[in-house]
């Protein structure tokens, strides 16, 4: 598959993949709450480390509940900022009492000040998920980058976040295709091993 078929593939795939996540959210309004228990139970957490999530747009799974559980047991919480086209995100601290402002693609993110954080484990948006452990994301390649970079200096975790709908029988993937270590849904954990080995 050269490398226009892999684009056009994706897009017809992100089309379907938006209307079913799109119906699960309106199905299952409290499923971050579900989405919580089910990452307590997937990852053991040393204490301090610092953990990314996002601020959730509509369609997309709430994982406010978990960052919220995570900053009360004392781990730094970073939401993702887009710096520039083909940039690696980086993460600015959030806490309850931070004033979000309206960042790139509507996406909510703590002010220009708010310092830095660099996660040991992300919590990863999706659009679909495969049993392999490869997401289809939104097209921009913004999380491609950031594990490549944060996976070439530590050992970062990355958690694709989903509704169990959202899994498709194989994702389409190219080079730069970062894979998860899980994927956590409402429903069940997924662990991949030996996703960093070369």
Not at 138 to 165: E, N, P, Q
């Amino acid at each position: 598959m050269d490398s226009q078929e892999l684009a056009d593939f994706k897009a017809d795939l992100r089309k379907e993949a938006f209307a079913v996540r799109e119906a699960a959210w309106r199905a299952a309004p409290d499923a971050g709450e579900a989405l919580r228990q089910r990452l307590i139970e997937a990852l053991a957490m040393p204490p301090g480390i610092a953990i990314s999530g996002y601020w959730p747009l509509p369609g997309e799974i709430d994982v406010r509940p978990a960052l919220l559980h995570y900053h009360a047991e004392g781990h730094p919480i970073g939401l993702p900022v887009v710096t520039g086209k083909n940039e690696p995100l980086i993460f600015r601290r959030w806490n309850p009492a931070v004033a979000l402002v309206q960042g790139s693609f509507r996406v909510m993110t703590p002010p220009a000040e708010a310092p830095e954080v660099r996660p040991t484990i992300l919590l990863v948006p999706l659009l679909a998920f495969d049993p392999e452990g490869y997401r289809l994301g939104y097209g921009g390649g913004f999380y491609d980058r950031t594990l490549a970079k944060l996976r070439s200096d530590v050992h970062a975790v990355a958690v694709g976040v989903a509704y169990a709908v959202q899994e498709v029988p194989m994702v389409p993937r190219g080079a730069f295709d970062q894979p998860l270590d899980y994927i956590v849904t409402e429903r069940a954990i997924f662990k991949f091993d030996k996703r960093n080995e070369s």
